[in-house]
């Protein structure tokens, strides 16, 4: 389980627990180890020349991969993944 956090009635965030199952838990393992980040709080995304992606730079790889791999999403864009994310949560 993974504590995600959530806001309450008042606006303050409150921790919430997502159920993964065991297969999922070592595919985020394997990427984890092969990432190999620096520490818990450091960036993942990161450049061959070892800067941070800004969210439009992400964008604009997200838009390159829609009409490369020719996608039929309208919304294709870092917020439209985390809208969606927490719409299954």
Do not use: W
């Not at 409150?14 to 065991?22: L, M, Q, W």
């Not at 439009?56 to 790889?61: C, L, S």
């Not at 009409?67 to 809208?83: A, E, G, Q, T, V």
Request: with cysteine; glycine share 4%.
């Amino acid at each position: 389980m993974v504590p995600m956090p959530q806001k309450c009635r008042i606006g303050i965030i409150c921790p919430k627990t997502i159920r993964i199952n065991s297969q999922l838990k070592r595919h985020i393992t394997d990427c984890y180890k092969a990432i190999n980040p620096i520490g818990i709080n450091a960036p993942i995304l990161v450049s061959q020349k070892g800067t941070i992606f800004t969210i439009q730079r992400i964008n604009v790889i997200l838009k390159e991969l829609k009409k490369k791999y020719r996608l039929h999403i309208d919304n294709f864009s870092c917020h439209s993944f985390r809208k969606t994310f927490g719409r299954q949560v």
